[in-house]
């Protein structure tokens, strides 16, 4: 390997001395970083990757590389978010480094593939690699970005793992530490990194590169194992609450009952207003147009009482969400319910600025028992009865020092709002919203299963 001191003119919010290596040598050279989780049945998933890529990389012979759970790196949960962990890669390994790769917890690599795909770019210059993705028309999730031309801009499919280059990883890293961030809001990670990274044209687009897949070609250098990893073969008890009101029991409601109402053991609708045909339980919280944080968290205080059947799993979602609980059911197989678990669709709030994580509320919110009995326990409440909800508990959660996991089977609006090669790949879980879409076609297109498999 050869390095050179080089002055670099191109971005002056850095510094101009850069010593940067010419040519790309091998996996010593590679930090590799799987965008895992702090529940510890994703922190075991993301510890199984490390050593397959650490064993891989024994046996090949061409360096051993530096192999990062983000979710260790700090005690901040924000980590996940991806920007607040930039300086302190950039500081520790940025001397050393000449790509960083991030993968999520089911991707596995071909390291040889991975090497010949690296030295295809000179180190010395900025680079975001990954297999796109574009939107097909304006997103409400990406706030209708590039509405003119919606697949001109492209974003990494975050299983199909992505890469930067240290050059442009330490400029990012600088800015990161000068710069407050357009939105406080992190809604579709991958779409806002590229966004970032992107920086209005004065930053690298992302280069489409094929051999980063998700699904098995002779060419490509990872696969993708199922998402669905079962601990056991136990079946938890789930218990449904559905938030509605008195103005959509006509219009929103009849859409559960011809869909996803008859998967459920445990289910209750709750309203503001009793309604026997329905039937509807008020819990003597009036209405609210927004928020609906007093009747969530009587929700919550119903679910530890004896008037509901006792239950290992909450799941609150709206009268407008779309959910498949076969699949849910699968994946809580996955999940502890003695541990205090919060699953869902994550956001965040102030992520850079030591903000908070929360599971959207329009994709379901999914609570072990043990979550709701410390965050019902701990005094935590909301500061008004139409406060958002979802955010008022991901704040509560945070206190308390129960991380919001997420699934991105979980989608907080419809599928035409997701890239189509997107959600086609997955078998979610949930979508929101009905506008201007038939919700029963799009609960039978994408969540209903046509041979459901054995739940127990």
């Given at each position: 390997?050869?390095?050179?001191?080089?002055?670099?003119?191109?971005?002056?919010?850095i510094s101009?001395?850069y010593?940067f290596?010419?040519s790309f040598?091998?996996?010593e050279?590679?930090?590799?970083?799987i965008?895992?989780q702090?529940?510890?049945?994703?922190?075991r998933?993301?510890?199984?990757r490390r050593?397959?890529?650490l064993?891989?990389a024994?046996?090949l012979g061409?360096?051993n590389p530096?192999?990062?759970?983000l979710?260790?790196?700090s005690q901040y949960?924000?980590?996940w978010s991806v920007?607040?962990?930039?300086p302190h890669?950039?500081a520790?390994?940025?001397?050393s480094?000449?790509?960083?790769?991030?993968?999520?917890?089911?991707?596995r690599?071909?390291l040889?593939?991975?090497?010949?795909?690296?030295?295809?770019?000179?180190?010395?210059?900025e680079?975001?690699?990954?297999?796109?993705?574009?939107?097909?028309?304006?997103?409400?999730?990406?706030h209708?970005?590039?509405?003119?031309d919606?697949?001109s801009f492209?974003?990494?499919d975050p299983?199909?793992?992505?890469a930067?280059?240290?050059l442009l990883l330490?400029?990012l890293a600088?800015r990161?530490?000068?710069e407050?961030?357009?939105?406080?809001f992190t809604?579709?990670?991958?779409?806002?990194?590229?966004?970032?990274?992107?920086?209005?044209g004065?930053?690298?687009?992302?280069t489409a590169?094929?051999?980063?897949c998700t699904?098995?070609r002779d060419?490509?250098?990872?696969c993708?194992i199922?998402?669905?990893?079962?601990?056991?073969?136990?079946?938890s008890?789930?218990?449904?609450?559905?938030k509605?009101c008195?103005?959509?029991h006509?219009?929103?409601?009849?859409?559960v009952?011809a869909?996803w109402e008859?998967?459920a053991?445990?289910?209750?609708?709750?309203s503001?207003?009793l309604?026997?045909?329905?039937?509807?339980?008020?819990l003597g919280?009036?209405n609210?147009?927004?928020?609906?944080?007093?009747k969530?968290f009587a929700i919550?205080?119903?679910?530890?009482?004896k008037?509901?059947?006792?239950?290992?799993w909450?799941?609150?979602v709206d009268?407008?969400?779309l959910?498949s609980l076969p699949?849910?059911?699968?994946l809580?197989r996955?999940y502890?319910?003695?541990?205090?678990?919060s699953l869902?669709?994550r956001?965040?709030?102030?992520?850079?600025?030591?903000?908070?994580?929360?599971?959207t509320?329009?994709?379901?919110?999914?609570?072990?028992?043990?979550?709701?009995s410390r965050?019902?326990?701990?005094g935590?409440?909301?500061?008004s009865?139409?406060a958002?909800?979802?955010?008022?508990?991901?704040r509560?959660?945070t206190?308390?020092?129960v991380?919001?996991?997420?699934?991105p089977?979980?989608?907080?609006?419809r599928?035409?709002?997701?890239s189509?090669?997107?959600?086609?790949m997955?078998?979610?879980i949930?979508?929101?919203?009905?506008?201007n879409?038939?919700?029963?076609?799009?609960y039978k297109?994408?969540?209903?299963?046509?041979?459901?498999?054995?739940?127990?």
């Amino acid at each position: 390997m050869r390095c050179l001191n080089e002055k670099i003119h191109l971005h002056t919010k850095i510094s101009p001395l850069y010593l940067f290596c010419v040519s790309f040598s091998g996996l010593e050279e590679v930090v590799f970083v799987i965008q895992s989780q702090r529940n510890s049945y994703h922190a075991r998933r993301g510890e199984q990757r490390r050593v397959e890529i650490l064993q891989q990389a024994a046996e090949l012979g061409q360096g051993n590389p530096v192999v990062l759970l983000l979710h260790e790196l700090s005690q901040y949960e924000g980590d996940w978010s991806v920007l607040p962990a930039l300086p302190h890669l950039s500081a520790t390994y940025g001397q050393s480094a000449s790509w960083f790769f991030f993968i999520e917890e089911e991707t596995r690599v071909l390291l040889s593939a991975l090497l010949q795909v690296l030295n295809r770019y000179p180190v010395q210059e900025e680079w975001f690699l990954g297999k796109r993705l574009h939107d097909n028309d304006a997103s409400i999730i990406h706030h209708y970005a590039f509405s003119e031309d919606p697949a001109s801009f492209g974003y990494p499919d975050p299983a199909a793992g992505w890469a930067v280059s240290t050059l442009l990883l330490r400029r990012l890293a600088e800015r990161i530490q000068h710069e407050h961030l357009k939105s406080d809001f992190t809604i579709d990670l991958k779409h806002e990194l590229a966004l970032y990274i992107w920086e209005e044209g004065n930053g690298p687009q992302l280069t489409a590169v094929p051999q980063f897949c998700t699904e098995m070609r002779d060419n490509c250098l990872q696969c993708i194992i199922s998402i669905y990893m079962n601990t056991d073969n136990s079946f938890s008890y789930v218990f449904v609450a559905v938030k509605t009101c008195q103005k959509f029991h006509t219009e929103r409601v009849p859409v559960v009952k011809a869909t996803w109402e008859k998967d459920a053991g445990f289910l209750e609708f709750y309203s503001d207003v009793l309604d026997a045909s329905i039937p509807t339980i008020s819990l003597g919280v009036p209405n609210t147009e927004r928020g609906h944080c007093g009747k969530t968290f009587a929700i919550l205080r119903r679910f530890l009482s004896k008037a509901v059947p006792k239950a290992d799993w909450l799941v609150i979602v709206d009268d407008d969400t779309l959910i498949s609980l076969p699949r849910l059911r699968r994946l809580l197989r996955c999940y502890d319910p003695k541990e205090a678990v919060s699953l869902g669709e994550r956001y965040g709030y102030g992520l850079v600025q030591n903000g908070y994580s929360y599971a959207t509320g329009g994709g379901g919110m999914v609570l072990s028992r043990v979550a709701v009995s410390r965050l019902v326990t701990s005094g935590c409440s909301c500061y008004s009865d139409d406060a958002p909800d979802d955010m008022v508990l991901g704040r509560c959660f945070t206190a308390l020092g129960v991380p919001i996991t997420h699934s991105p089977l979980f989608h907080q609006a419809r599928p035409d709002d997701y890239s189509e090669s997107l959600i086609s790949m997955q078998q979610a879980i949930s979508f929101h919203k009905h506008w201007n879409i038939n919700p029963v076609a799009v609960y039978k297109q994408w969540l209903q299963d046509t041979n459901p498999r054995d739940e127990l």
